[in-house]
Nanobody
Framework: QVQLVQSGGGSVQSGGSLRLSCAASGDTYSNSYMGWFRQAPGKEREGVAAIDSLGHTTYKDSVKGRFTISQDNAKNTLYLQMNSLKPEDTAMYYC???????????????WGQGTQVTVTS
């Protein structure tokens, strides 16, 4: 079992920055692959960024160059640094973890509680 607790998020103007955090506890073997997802009202959950235990990363095309996923293994914490935010980035953001390499597919076994990110123009 893995517990994921998110923090960060909030409201920011277009062009601004936010950082999301996701603290993991429990069976860390199940954290081999971690990702960030988002879901806007009326839309499906979509993968934003993912990382494996070796630090390999992948990103949704629309956030490449603006978002950075990283992890602090000593703290068992996942981060998402979001720069140059746009109104279309507005959504509920979720972190996720699994021992299977789902990467950007929303099939992870463990999910955080979600945190709202709102970008105003």
């Amino acid at each position: 079992q893995v517990q994921l607790v998110q923090s960060g998020g909030g409201s920011v103007q277009s062009g601004g920055s936010l950082r999301l955090s996701c603290a993991a506890s429990g069976d860390t073997y199940s954290n081999s692959y971690m990702g960030w997802f988002r879901q806007a009202p009326g839309k499906e959950r979509e993968g934003v960024a993912a990382i494996d235990s070796l630090g390999h990363t992948t990103y949704k095309d629309s956030v490449k160059g603006r978002f950075t996923i990283s992890q602090d293994n000593a703290k068992n914490t996942l981060y998402l640094q979001m720069n140059s935010l746009k109104p279309e980035d507005t959504a509920m953001y979720y972190c996720a973890a699994d021992k299977i390499d789902w990467w950007l597919l929303p099939r992870y076994a463990y999910w955080g509680q979600g945190t709202q990110v709102t970008v105003t123009s």
